[in-house]
Structure formats: structure tokens, C-alpha cells
């Protein structure tokens, strides 16, 4: 039992691309299958695939580096609402990663979407993590 899916998520990854693997295998779940589909849409990650074996199924993720100089396109992956305190945003007082050339995910009312998305559309949210 995992008391932070969130957190496991982003460590997989994140410890595949220090390890320079092409493709990292995770369990899935919805949001996790939402924080995948948006990070593809950006551009961080190359592909990803849902492959429904078993109970719960998982989630294949194609990492992405630059052909020449092997450079990961995600630099940081950070965790900032956790279990024990969660971080809420208002359209206000929305973060901007590193100046607006990251991203920040938010999980809102109407999806997950990146924290430009949700400025466009005038809603805030739980801010699940920092991609840059």
C-alpha cells in the first residue's frame, strides 16, 4: 500500500531519467493517466502507452532526451501537495515555474491541466507538482 501514488509517479520517473532508461513502467490510475497526457502534450515525455492487464493496469512512458546531447527534456520533477499538506492555488495567486518556462500541474474541477490552462479558463486548484 502506497500512501502517496503522486509522489511514487514522479520518483519513477525521475529516477529512470538519472538512470538514462528509455521506457518507465508504472502502475496506473486515473490521475496518474491525466499527469501523463499532459506532460506528453508539452512535450516532456515522447510517447506512453495504457496497457490494461490485471486489476489495475500501468502505464508505459517513452522518456524523451535531446538526440545530440542525450539531455533529459524534464530537468526537475518536484512534489508540492502532499498527503500531509495540501497546496491549494486561486487564479490569483497561480505559481509561475522558472518565470513561465515550466509548468506547474494542477488538479481543478474541470481536469488536470497545466497552471496556463487553468488561468485561461479562470479556475484554480490543487497544485500536484513543478515540471521544468
Known amino acids: 500500500m502506497n500512501t502517496d501514488p503522486i509522489a511514487d509517479y514522479l520518483t519513477r520517473v525521475r ?3 538519472k538512470a538514462n532508461h528509455r521506457v518507465v513502467e508504472i ?6 493517466k491525466e499527469i501523463t497526457k499532459v506532460l ?3 512535450g516532456y515525455i515522447a510517447n506512453y502507452k495504457f496497457i490494461e492487464e ?7 512512458i517513452a522518456l524523451k532526451y535531446h538526440p545530440i546531447s542525450k539531455v533529459p527534456a524534464i530537468r526537475t520533477l518536484t512534489r508540492v501537495s502532499k498527503p500531509g499538506l495540501r497546496k491549494y492555488a ?11 518556462l515550466g509548468i ?3 488538479s481543478t474541477s474541470k481536469g488536470v491541466m497545466t497552471d496556463k490552462e487553468a488561468r485561461l479558463q479562470n479556475v484554480g486548484g490543487e ?4 515540471v521544468y
Do not use: H, T, W
Open 104 to 106: 506547474a500541474i494542477l
Open 90 to 100: 486561486s487564479v490569483e495567486n497561480m505559481p509561475r515555474v522558472l518565470n513561465g
Open 15 to 17: 529516477n529512470a531519467i
Open 54 to 60: 490485471g486489476p489495475q493496469g500501468s502505464i508505459k
Open 27 to 32: 502502475p496506473a490510475s486515473n490521475l496518474k
Open 127 to 130: 497544485v500536484l507538482c513543478y
Open 40 to 42: 506528453f502534450d508539452k
